[in-house]
């Protein structure tokens, strides 16, 4: 028997809001690794070495058409509303690149899953694909588990030269994400 498909494009009612761990605390003001990821364009980058201004947001994982969804995905604080996140960047996409900012999306997705998704969606900016947890790795970032599977758990990053100058973190609603990074821009730039 499958699950009934979630809608991606609409939050579930009574979403549960993920409380702040202090799990990213210690990210402000810290240099990225030398690591490289596998882009949805097939490249590799390296984002520590990404001179100028960047938005990375990191997300657990979207749908994916033809695939069951998690069990239960829905009442996991924090887990439900990738797809919403993601087209919320790319809504904004021209705002933040007139401000400067190049966008990427991050998750641990197989890179086939993320290049599907970028293409239905029509997303203007690159997905990385951080399948080994690398990023969890060197920076600590938190993460969650779900039926046997590892998840990146919702937050986003502003970077500048390679260093991280602002955290989000816990995301909620996950729609209103780059819409609050947007906010955060504009007063702080």
């Not at 809608?7 to 549960?16: G, K, R, S």
Request: charged fraction near 20%; hydrophobic fraction near 35%; charge should be negative.
């Amino acid at each position: 028997m499958t699950n009934q498909q979630p809608n991606p494009y609409t939050l579930p009612p009574d979403l549960p809001v993920p409380q702040d761990d202090g799990a990213c605390d210690h990210l402000a003001r810290m240099r990225l690794p030398e690591i490289e990821l596998t882009s949805t364009e097939g490249k590799l980058w390296n984002l520590a070495k990404h001179s100028g201004k960047t938005i990375v947001y990191i997300y657990p994982a979207t749908g994916v058409p033809g695939k069951d969804p998690i069990p239960d995905w829905d009442a996991i604080p924090g887990a439900p509303g990738c797809t919403l996140q993601s087209l919320g960047f790319g809504e904004r996409y021209e705002q933040f690149k007139k401000m400067g900012y190049q966008v990427f999306g991050v998750s641990a997705q197989s890179a086939a899953e993320q290049i599907e998704f970028k293409q239905r969606t029509k997303l203007p900016f690159i997905l990385l694909n951080d399948s080994n947890f690398i990023l969890r790795d060197k920076l600590s970032l938190p993460t969650f588990q779900a039926y046997g599977q590892l998840f990146y758990k919702r937050l986003a990053l502003i970077l500048e030269d390679g260093k991280i100058r602002q955290v989000f973190y816990p995301v909620f609603p996950p729609d209103q994400c780059a819409t609050k990074v947007l906010a955060w821009l504009e007063s702080n730039e």
